[in-house]
């Protein structure tokens, strides 16, 4: 099956900071999405972004699917956005679910 | 509803229990989705249904475990005698159609003792 790759695992930052976060995935893929697990298990679709670029305010997302890749920009952090990041594909016909990268568990610090 | 219905929400059994989960879906959603996360990980693909129509269940670990949607809503994941490797979040989501965003409920964890 297809394999899904997620950078950094662990990032730890000041509030306020910066960062990317970046999926590699091992096949061709007609749905890519980002999802955030918070510290309570709920999991919140951030991102549809099978090829693109897409923003929703601190947030934005670029794929680029001839380069099998994703990446997940968080800019001017806040501690909510602690939690995790995963990176979920789907190769074709809807009928196979999501497969999900191990996620990057991201820290924001005061 | 406004957002995907998981219950119960936490669920303790005891080892070879029979146990059943229940999904309530966006209202409108026809694509509905299982998947089972266990402790650090990623969630994994269970089972999916477009409708009432199971169209894929490859991901269901044994067959001590069914699922249903009988009328295209409200979906029943069942698993019997459970064990304690079942111990697990299971997790819902329902999306409008096949290839775009999903919604996830919160899940129900289940603790198999």
């Known amino acids: 099956g297809i394999q899904v790759e997620q950078s950094p695992p662990d990032l730890i930052l000041q509030e306020g900071a910066n960062s990317t976060l970046r999926c590699n995935f091992s096949?061709?893929?007609?749905?890519l999405q980002w999802f955030h697990q918070n510290p309570w298990g709920q999991l919140i679709n951030l991102f549809y972004i099978p090829s693109g670029t897409k923003q929703n305010g601190r947030l934005s997302a670029t794929t680029v699917a001839t380069e099998r890749y994703s990446l997940l920009y968080i800019s001017s952090s806040q501690t909510t956005d602690s939690g995790v990041y995963f990176c979920?594909?789907?190769?074709?016909?809807?009928?196979?679910?999501?497969?999900f990268g191990k996620g990057t568990h991201l820290i924001i610090q005061p | 509803g406004a957002g995907v219905s998981q219950s119960p929400r936490y669920k303790v059994a005891k080892r070879g229990q029979d146990v059943a989960l229940r999904c309530d879906p966006i209202?409108?959603?026809?694509?509905l989705f299982w998947y089972q996360q266990a402790l650090g990980q990623g969630p994994e693909f269970l089972t999916y249904f477009q409708n009432e129509a199971q169209l894929d269940k490859s991901g269901l670990p044994s067959d001590r475990f069914f699922a249903e949607r009988p009328e295209g809503s409200v979906s029943t994941l069942k698993i019997q005698r459970t064990q304690q490797e079942d111990s697990a979040v299971y997790l819902c989501a329902s999306s409008l159609l096949t290839s775009s965003g999903y919604t996830f409920g919160s899940g129900t964890r289940l603790t198999v003792v």
């Open positions: 096949d061709s893929v007609n749905n």
């Open positions: 209202s409108g959603h026809v694509s």
């Open positions: 979920a594909v789907e190769t074709g016909g809807g009928a196979d679910g999501l497969t």
